[in-house]
């Protein structure tokens, strides 16, 4: 049993805090910015270069173990495994890159930069599952903010590294070994589990729409600062009075709990759950009376009180079954889509395993594009990573914040599931592949911002959508299971595919055979023409598979927001 937090602020204290951990939580997102640095100071090939990138993403979404721990221990825990995976994960890049320590073997770099990412999951994990119990009416929008600061921090970290580092690799690397940690150790205190609201809160809504437009106006801020700054390269201390006002703006959803503070109101309308986290079947008494249906024996009165609901249906069970025969022996019924489930009864299910598919081909798309940017901007003409950098990440908010928010909309208002919206952003997926395979001029910036989008509404659309079909209970390991697709696409897309071909190109440019150690570079459309090509087909089969799915869930959605809001099943016991 975990212990809850009472009152009405509590909630918007963790999600203020958990607004500067998200942002943390995105540094793989960092690897553009000093994956050049590394394949030129270390001598690496693309393919070795890729394979760094693999080792990234599989670090950045393996999170099984932050998922399972999560269920058993403290989010300030998790937050503090996270805290140290960081700075020793860093700290040893840093020593290979600066040069501290000579010739560092290659598997070790591999190895440390999995452990620094992987401080990714132990940060989301736990700022994620954590607000998604507080806040279980607004699964959407709260998944939609909290990838929405994820999708942004890169142009955060990219603002960082050339306003206040001046672009050196090496400076961000010991950045993030010390800045993160130090981060975690500040806010890990406030992100906690409180009880959430059993009654509609009118100023939720409210303070929902204050912080995601908080959050457009600092990915506006930071879009147009870094522009500023590649066209006339301000002075330092334009560039240090830009970063101060971009710390204010990251502090904006803490505004919410100081107004509770300085204005309260009324609360005695909002019933608090006297529940455990853990458990999307404890949240709404009211809720789950009106929807269950009416049993063939009728329950104690008892049973009216959601502590002993269970036990009396179990009761009424029990005297069903000896009723039909003595000694008769029944399994319980599995849950049904919108209910509980446990993992081994999940991973069975087809619904579970086409989301897997279509989220593992979004995603891996965008994960191939972001490992390679740096190559793929050399390769036309393009040697500014960190401007391309922040337009995927601020384009990458905007699909997460938007993908959230406009889901959120029309499965309330037309019970539409939000899985259409995977089908709609990987045929505009095609689309942008086909635009990089091209190469024409003047379409890089476009394809780039298009794919950031598109990538950025996958995160947004898996979350909620696994918690409405699977339940809560499991939720951290459902989600985390999902985050394979990421280092899966990396591994298959970008390393398998696109090292390989951009290594093939270099050779035939610079008639030689590559070996370890040596770095040449590709340049010209050929380079990863062929990957985008491939790229195209594949979502061009995850549209389909998204499709197939969505016809599938639609009844279920049509039963969860039949009311206009979210309203749970009656659930099994497991």
Same mark, same amino acid.
């Given at each position: 049993?975990?212990?809850?937090?009472?009152? @009405?602020?509590?909630?918007?204290?963790?999600?203020?805090?958990?607004?500067?951990?998200?942002?943390?939580?995105?540094?793989?997102?960092?690897?553009?910015? =000093? !994956?050049?640095?590394?394949? !030129?100071?270390?001598?690496?090939?693309?393919?070795?270069? @890729?394979?760094?990138?693999?080792?990234?993403?599989?670090?950045?979404?393996?999170?099984?173990?932050?998922?399972?721990?999560?269920?058993?221990?403290?989010?300030?825990?998790?937050?503090?495994?996270?805290?140290?995976?960081?700075?020793?994960? =860093?700290?040893?890049?840093?020593?290979?890159?600066?040069?501290?320590?000579?010739?560092?073997?290659?598997?070790?770099?591999?190895?440390?930069?999995?452990?620094?990412?992987?401080?990714?999951?132990?940060?989301?994990?736990?700022?994620?599952?954590?607000?998604?119990?507080?806040?279980?009416?607004?699964?959407?929008?709260?998944?939609?903010?909290?990838?929405?600061?994820?999708?942004?921090?890169?142009?955060?970290?990219?603002?960082? =590294?050339?306003?206040?580092?001046?672009?050196?690799?090496?400076?961000?690397?010991?950045?993030?070994?010390?800045?993160?940690?130090?981060?975690?150790?500040?806010?890990?205190?406030?992100?906690?589990?409180?009880?959430?609201?059993?009654?509609?809160?009118?100023?939720?809504?409210?303070?929902?729409?204050?912080?995601?437009?908080?959050?457009?106006?600092?990915?506006?801020?930071?879009?147009?600062?870094?522009?500023?700054?590649?066209?006339?390269?301000?002075?330092?201390?334009?560039?240090?009075?830009?970063?101060?006002?971009?710390?204010?703006?990251?502090?904006?959803?803490?505004?919410?709990?100081?107004?509770?503070?300085?204005?309260?109101?009324?609360?005695?309308?909002?019933?608090? &759950?006297?529940?455990?986290?853990?458990?999307?079947?404890?949240?709404?008494?009211?809720?789950?009376?009106?929807?269950?249906?009416?049993?063939?024996?009728?329950?104690?009165?008892?049973?009216?009180?959601?502590?002993?609901?269970?036990?009396?249906?179990?009761?009424?069970?029990?005297?069903?079954?000896?009723?039909?025969?003595?000694?008769?022996?029944?399994?319980?019924?599995?849950?049904?889509?919108?209910?509980?489930?446990?993992?081994?009864?999940?991973?069975?299910?087809?619904?579970?395993?086409?989301?897997?598919?279509?989220?593992?081909?979004?995603?891996?798309?965008?994960?191939?594009?972001?490992?390679?940017?740096?190559?793929?901007?050399?390769?036309?003409?393009?040697?500014? @990573?960190?401007?391309?950098?922040?337009?995927?990440?601020?384009?990458?908010?905007?699909?997460?914040?938007?993908?959230?928010?406009?889901?959120?909309?029309?499965?309330?208002?037309?019970?539409?599931?939000?899985?259409?919206?995977?089908?709609?952003?990987?045929?505009?997926?095609?689309?942008?592949?086909?635009?990089?395979?091209?190469?024409?001029?003047?379409?890089?910036?476009?394809?780039?911002? !298009?794919?950031?989008?598109?990538?950025?509404?996958?995160?947004?659309?898996?979350?909620?959508?696994?918690?409405? &079909?699977?339940?809560?209970?499991?939720?951290?390991?459902?989600?985390?299971?999902?985050?394979?697709?990421?280092?899966?696409?990396?591994?298959?897309?970008?390393?398998?595919?696109?090292?390989?071909?951009?290594?093939?190109?270099?050779?035939?440019?610079?008639?030689?055979?590559?070996?370890?150690?040596?770095?040449?570079?590709?340049?010209?459309?050929?380079?990863?023409?062929?990957?985008?090509?491939?790229?195209?087909?594949?979502?061009?089969?995850?549209?389909?598979?998204?499709?197939?799915?969505?016809?599938?869930?639609?009844?279920?959605?049509?039963?969860?927001?039949?009311?206009?809001?979210?309203?749970?099943?009656?659930?099994?016991?497991?």
């Amino acid at each position: 049993m975990v212990t809850l937090k009472a009152g @009405t602020r509590p909630p918007w204290v963790g999600l203020g805090a958990a607004v500067w951990l998200q942002i943390a939580s995105g540094n793989s997102y960092n690897f553009a910015l =000093y !994956s050049h640095s590394l394949k !030129s100071v270390l001598g690496f090939n693309q393919q070795q270069l @890729t394979m760094l990138g693999v080792a990234n993403d599989i670090g950045g979404n393996v999170g099984l173990l932050p998922g399972i721990a999560c269920n058993k221990f403290p989010p300030w825990s998790i937050l503090l495994i996270g805290a140290f995976a960081c700075f020793f994960g =860093y700290g040893v890049l840093w020593l290979a890159l600066s040069r501290t320590v000579q010739s560092m073997p290659y598997w070790l770099l591999w190895l440390a930069l999995c452990v620094a990412t992987n401080s990714c999951p132990w940060l989301g994990t736990a700022v994620l599952v954590t607000n998604m119990r507080n806040f279980p009416r607004s699964r959407g929008t709260v998944a939609g903010i909290l990838k929405g600061y994820v999708g942004i921090s890169a142009a955060v970290f990219s603002a960082i =590294y050339s306003m206040l580092l001046h672009s050196s690799s090496s400076k961000l690397l010991m950045f993030l070994a010390l800045g993160i940690p130090v981060l975690c150790f500040l806010m890990m205190y406030f992100v906690r589990a409180c009880t959430p609201a059993s009654g509609e809160d009118s100023s939720e809504h409210a303070h929902f729409l204050f912080t995601q437009a908080a959050l457009i106006i600092l990915g506006f801020y930071i879009l147009i600062t870094m522009i500023l700054d590649h066209m006339l390269h301000l002075s330092p201390p334009i560039c240090y009075t830009f970063l101060i006002i971009m710390f204010v703006l990251l502090m904006a959803p803490l505004a919410i709990p100081i107004k509770m503070t300085l204005y309260r109101t009324r609360t005695s309308k909002l019933g608090m &759950l006297e529940t455990s986290v853990g458990s999307s079947d404890n949240l709404i008494q009211g809720e789950a009376n009106a929807d269950k249906t009416e049993p063939l024996l009728k329950s104690s009165s008892s049973a009216h009180i959601l502590g002993s609901f269970r036990e009396s249906d179990e009761t009424s069970e029990v005297a069903m079954l000896l009723a039909e025969g003595e000694g008769a022996v029944k399994k319980k019924r599995r849950p049904k889509r919108g209910e509980d489930f446990k993992f081994s009864e999940a991973v069975i299910k087809a619904d579970f395993w086409l989301l897997f598919f279509v989220y593992f081909v979004g995603v891996g798309s965008g994960e191939t594009v972001l490992n390679n940017l740096a190559q793929i901007g050399i390769a036309q003409g393009v040697n500014d @990573t960190t401007t391309l950098l922040s337009l995927f990440s601020f384009c990458n908010f905007v699909g997460r914040l938007g993908g959230g928010t406009v889901s959120e909309h029309f499965v309330r208002s037309k019970t539409i599931p939000r899985t259409i919206w995977l089908t709609c952003t990987q045929v505009i997926m095609i689309i942008t592949c086909l635009l990089f395979a091209s190469a024409i001029d003047g379409t890089l910036y476009a394809a780039t911002a !298009s794919l950031g989008i598109c990538y950025g509404v996958q995160f947004s659309i898996m979350i909620p959508t696994v918690s409405e &079909l699977f339940g809560l209970k499991h939720f951290s390991i459902f989600y985390n299971f999902m985050s394979l697709g990421n280092p899966i696409g990396a591994f298959l897309f970008s390393y398998l595919l696109a090292g390989y071909v951009y290594d093939n190109e270099a050779e035939k440019q610079h008639g030689l055979n590559l070996l370890f150690g040596s770095s040449i570079t590709c340049i010209g459309p050929q380079c990863f023409r062929l990957t985008f090509l491939v790229l195209a087909g594949v979502c061009g089969v995850g549209s389909l598979l998204s499709l197939v799915l969505t016809k599938r869930i639609w009844p279920v959605y049509e039963m969860l927001y039949a009311g206009g809001s979210f309203r749970l099943p009656q659930t099994s016991t497991h």
